[in-house]
C-alpha cells in the first residue's frame, strides 16, 4: 500500500482523511480524485495542497474513462471510496444524483479498480443502511433497512462492493460510520448549521419534537477508524464505527446554544423530515477487536468544533450564499413560516 486514490476527499470526512494520512503515513501517496459538486470545497485540502505526496484529479468516480485514466497516471494500488451524496433531505427532493454516485459510481470504481489489479478497496459507509432501530445496537450482519433514499444508494453500493469481493474474490473493506462532526463540515448538516445560523442570531428549524437520537462520532476518531480497518481489517468485512455518544437532537441544540452564548428561543420546533429516523446506534465491538480507542472526549470535540466555526468565517461565510439559499428556501421556507404561525396564535399543533 503506497500510492492511494481518495475520491470524495475534496468534502468534509475525506479531506480530513487526506490530512491525516499525509501527515501519518511520510511514505504514502494520496491522490484526490473528487467531482466538486456543490459540497467539494478545494479550501479543505490548502493545508496539504503544496506537499509533493499530494495530487488532484477533477473527475466524476461514475465516468468509466475518468477513473481508469486516474488509476494508471498515478499507479494507484489503493482506493478509498468517500464519494458521495450525503445529504438525506437532498436524497428526498432528488433522488436521482444518489443513485448516480452512491451505487453506480460505486460499481464503477470497483470494476475498474478489479481491472487495474488494486490491492484493496475500502467503501466508507453510514449506519443509516440498517434503518431505525428503538432499543440495543446494530451488529455488522443485521439486516439492511433504509428508510431514505440516501440510504438506500449507500445500501445499493454497499452490496456491490460486496458481490466484487465474493465474485471476484476483490479485496475489500467496508466502514459504516455515525453521525460525524469537526472542522471543514459542509453548513447543510444539522451541527453546522445550527452553529453557523446561531452564530448570526437566525432562528434554527428543529425537525419534529428534536427526540431523535443520533451517536456522534468526531472525525478524527472516524478518519483513524478507517486508517485501521484499511490496514488490519480482513478481506471481505464490514466494520462499524461509532462515537458511543448518544443524544436527542433537541439535546445537542442546546449543548451548542450553551457554549455560543445564545438563548434557547432562537429553537423553531418545525414539521418534520418524511421518513425520520428515531435513533441510530452502533455494536463496534467488531471494530475494538482490532484495537480502536477513541481519541477524542465528545465534550472537547464539540468545544474544539464550535471554536473553529467561529474562527474560520471566511471558509463558511462564502458557503452560504447562492445556491445553498435556494436550498435553504426549498427545504426551510414553509416549515418555518408554519411554525412562526403557530406561534404566534399559540397552537401546539
Same mark, same amino acid.
Given at each position: ?35 466538486? *459538486? ?34 494508471? #497516471?498515478?499507479?494507484?494500488? *489503493? ?72 440510504? #438506500? ?13 465474493? *465474485?471476484?474474490?476483490?479485496? *475489500? ?62 478481506? @471481505? ?37 418524511? @421518513? ?56 426551510? #421556507? ?16
Amino acid at each position: 500500500m503506497k500510492n492511494l486514490l481518495v475520491t470524495g476527499a475534496a468534502g468534509f470526512i475525506g479531506s480530513n482523511f487526506v490530512r491525516y494520512m499525509i501527515h501519518k503515513y511520510p511514505d504514502y501517496n494520496v491522490t484526490v480524485f473528487d467531482k466538486l *459538486t456543490y459540497a467539494g470545497n478545494l479550501d479543505n485540502l490548502k493545508p496539504v495542497e503544496d506537499n509533493p505526496r499530494y495530487a488532484f484529479v477533477h473527475g466524476d468516480i461514475a465516468e468509466r474513462a475518468a477513473v481508469r485514466a486516474a488509476l494508471a #497516471a498515478h499507479d494507484i494500488d *489503493t482506493i478509498v471510496n468517500f464519494a458521495a451524496e450525503s445529504h438525506v433531505d437532498r436524497s428526498i427532493m432528488d433522488p436521482d444524483a444518489f443513485i448516480h454516485s452512491n451505487s453506480f459510481g460505486v460499481y464503477v470504481l470497483l470494476d475498474e479498480g478489479l481491472k487495474a489489479g488494486i490491492e484493496r478497496f475500502h467503501q466508507v459507509s453510514t449506519d443509516e443502511v440498517y434503518g431505525s432501530i428503538k432499543e440495543g445496537f446494530f451488529k455488522e450482519g443485521d439486516p439492511f433497512e433504509p428508510n431514505s433514499p440516501y440510504a #438506500a444508494s449507500k445500501a445499493g453500493g454497499e452490496l456491490m462492493v460486496r458481490a466484487y469481493h465474493i *465474485t471476484h474474490g476483490m479485496n *475489500t473493506v467496508i466502514t459504516r460510520g455515525s453521525n460525524t462532526f469537526g472542522p471543514y463540515q459542509y453548513p447543510e448538516k444539522v451541527m453546522p448549521f445550527f452553529l453557523t445560523e446561531a452564530l448570526d442570531d437566525r432562528p434554527l428549524p428543529l425537525y419534529g419534537d428534536g427526540m431523535q437520537v443520533r451517536d456522534w462520532l468526531y472525525v478524527d476518531d472516524h478518519c483513524s477508524a478507517i486508517d485501521l480497518v484499511l490496514h488490519e481489517g480482513e478481506p @471481505g468485512e464490514a466494520y462499524n464505527v461509532g462515537g458511543e455518544h448518544e443524544m436527542h437532537n433537541i439535546d445537542l441544540t442546546r449543548a451548542l446554544l450553551q457554549i455560543l452564548g445564545k438563548p434557547e428561543s432562537l429553537i423553531r420546533f418545525v414539521a418534520d423530515r418524511p @421518513g425520520h429516523d428515531g435513533r441510530y446506534a452502533l455494536d463496534c465491538g467488531k471494530l475494538y477487536s482490532l484495537g480502536f480507542e477513541h481519541s477524542f472526549s465528545f465534550e472537547s470535540a464539540l468545544a474544539a468544533t464550535v471554536e473553529w466555526y467561529k474562527a474560520n468565517e471566511w471558509w463558511w461565510r462564502k458557503i452560504k450564499t447562492g445556491e445553498y439559499l435556494e436550498y435553504y428556501k426549498k427545504q426551510y #421556507a414553509e416549515r418555518m413560516a408554519k411554525a412562526q404561525s403557530s406561534d404566534s396564535t399559540g397552537s401546539a399543533d
